[in-house]
């Protein structure tokens, strides 16, 4: 009897101090203790780096002086930004209804295309794959100098237009890849069940195949509205007379020193970005989850 008792007890201490729950406290004491190690310095040191250049910026955006010595609190490049940069506020527009109107164009285009790819069964299929992602691998130089040299060919006056069309082929793999990777974890039998119950093709494809993709286009258009903003070098190339865009501008404008305005509409971009970012953040985890 007295076996079977120290038996038994030591069962229950081994699986009270040896079961998943004492092995994770373990584990978590263990890594409480621990106050310092080389991933954490990494990781601290990499954050420090990616954001205290923008709280430098934030900071030098209410300088009262255009130089680096601070000179106390002031709102005027903001007063400036606002009621004086009729330029700069012309070429930001620019931007933006480009990069608007190019990711809409390549977040239709990509989707289709993906959705074309994942679906049907053909002799160029691998090609087209392929092919999608060579604006991803190309350096920008390159593609800015073969569209500046087609847009040439064509006769194509360089303008709004020419940087259109030249970021919409740009951001159209970016889309293509983010949906293809959504397709991929696709169940087809919801498919066949819409078709079992009547529904078209067209049908389906709106009512089924979309809205399960929907964080794939979501997170395409996002990005190729990003790239579009920020692009510079192939813009360059194809931009003309009158269609200066933001990073042009900016480009045009730090060759006489970094002027404390653009700080200004710096914060205010980054500003605009972290609440979009906060409110669009619910809503992909909401269409993720259906």
């Known amino acids: 009897m007295v076996n079977i008792r120290t038996m038994v007890h030591a069962v229950i201490t081994s699986l009270k101090s040896g079961g998943p729950t004492g092995e994770a406290n ?16 990494v990781f601290s040191a990499a954050i420090i780096f990616l954001f205290l250049p923008l709280l430098v910026l934030v900071l030098y955006s209410f300088n009262g002086s255009k130089g680096s010595g601070w000179t106390g609190f002031s709102l005027r490049w903001y007063e400036q930004l606002f009621f004086h940069s009729r330029e700069l506020w012309r070429a930001f527009w620019n931007s933006f209804l480009i990069a608007v109107s190019s990711a809409l164009t390549a977040t239709v285009l990509g989707t289709l295309g993906a959705i074309g790819v994942n679906w049907y069964r053909f002799k160029l299929r691998n090609y087209v794959q392929v092919i999608s992602f060579l604006p991803m691998v190309l350096p920008e130089i390159i593609i800015g100098v073969s569209l500046s040299v087609f847009f040439a060919g064509v006769r194509m006056r360089l303008g709004l237009l020419t940087i259109f069309i030249a970021h919409a082929t740009f951001n159209l793999p970016f889309v293509f890849l983010m949906v293809m990777a959504r397709l991929d ?27 399960i993709c929907m964080p794939g ?6 990005t190729a509205i990003t790239i579009s903003l920020e692009d510079f070098v192939i813009t360059y190339f194809v931009a003309g007379p009158g269609s200066t865009t933001l990073p042009l501008y900016i480009y045009s404008a730090i060759r006489f020193g970094v002027s404390p305005v653009i700080n200004a509409l710096s914060v205010v971009m980054i500003s605009g970005t972290v609440v979009l970012t906060y409110l669009l953040r619910n809503f992909l985890k909401y269409i993720a989850a259906k």
């Not at 373990?26 to 310095?41: C, D, G, I, M």
């Not at 009547?198 to 049908?203: C, D, K, L, S, T």
């Not at 286009?217 to 996002?222: K, N, T």
């Open 185 to 211: 974890e696709f169940d087809f039998s919801i498919i066949e069940a819409a078709h079992d119950l009547g529904a078209n093709e067209v049908q389906t494809l709106f009512n089924v195949t979309l809205p």
């Open 217 to 222: 286009i979501v997170s395409g258009i996002l």
């Open 26 to 41: 373990r584990h978590a004491k263990r890594a409480y203790r621990r106050h310092f190690s080389l991933s954490q310095a």
